[in-house]
């Protein structure tokens, strides 16, 4: 079965630092692009972080600098590095395995497909 | 970075007809894909590309797109698609490759 499970999420001082990890099973974290999507409390989704398979990483603005998105293949888990936390950081982080597909030359379209339940981060004083 | 809008809510009386909108410049580059939400849990992937429905999901659910928008159309809503429902794309905003979702509509059905 495809799954995906968080971990890692809690209660952080402002300005403290979380690592949180997303373990999968059936399929390779490696050879799939991962994301990163978060949710404020009564919030919509919020994209955080890519990691593509041949390790390209980008972010958000409202994260860039602070977090670090990595992977460990032979533990097949996907990671984020939290940093300098903010209180608007304050939400559930999902993982999720983020696809591409074409129909054409250049015609592409992308997708999320399998999700974590998610893991929260809360960060206060 | 890119802005995906869509409408905060709407209702459909069961087994009537409800279409959610999703408005962006990013969409006239970019197919949309849509996610389905409960309370307390995780999104759902529900249709995909120019209109694909991932294994599982009903065929009542279909996707469209014209120009800046995209469309979620429920055809004959249940009580279970009760939800909330998110559009996303590509962010086509400068070079930045990664995403961006919509506002989300809450779909009440009646």
């Known amino acids: 079965e495809v799954q995906l499970v968080e971990s890692g999420g809690g209660l952080v001082q402002p300005g403290g630092s979380l690592r949180l990890s997303c373990a999968a099973s059936g399929f390779t974290v490696s050879s799939n692009y991962m994301s990163w999507v978060r949710q404020a409390p009564g919030k919509g989704l919020e994209w955080v972080s890519v990691?593509?398979?041949?390790?390209?990483?980008y972010y958000a603005d409202s994260v860039k600098g602070r977090f670090t998105i990595s992977r460990h293949n032979s533990k097949n888990t996907l990671y984020l590095q939290m940093n300098s936390l903010r209180a608007e950081d304050t939400a559930v982080y999902y993982c999720a395995r983020d696809r591409r597909g074409f129909y054409g030359d250049y015609d592409y379209y992308y997708y999320m497909d399998v999700w974590g339940k998610g893991t929260t981060v809360t960060v206060s004083s | 970075s890119s802005e995906l809008t869509q409408d905060p809510a709407v209702s459909v009386a069961l087994g009537q007809t409800v279409r959610i909108t999703c408005q962006g410049d990013?969409?006239?580059?970019?197919?949309a894909s849509w996610y389905q939400q409960k309370p307390g849990q995780a999104p759902v992937l529900v249709i995909y590309g120019k209109n694909n429905r991932p294994s599982g999901i009903p065929d009542r659910f279909s996707g469209s797109s014209s120009g800046n928008t995209a469309s979620l159309t429920i055809t004959g809503a249940q009580a279970e698609d009760e939800a909330d429902y998110y559009c996303n794309s590509r962010d086509s905003s400068g070079n930045h490759p990664g995403y961006v979702f919509g506002t989300g509509t809450k779909v009440t059905v009646l």
């Open positions: 990013s969409l006239r580059s970019y197919y």
């Open positions: 990691i593509y398979s041949g390790g390209s990483t």
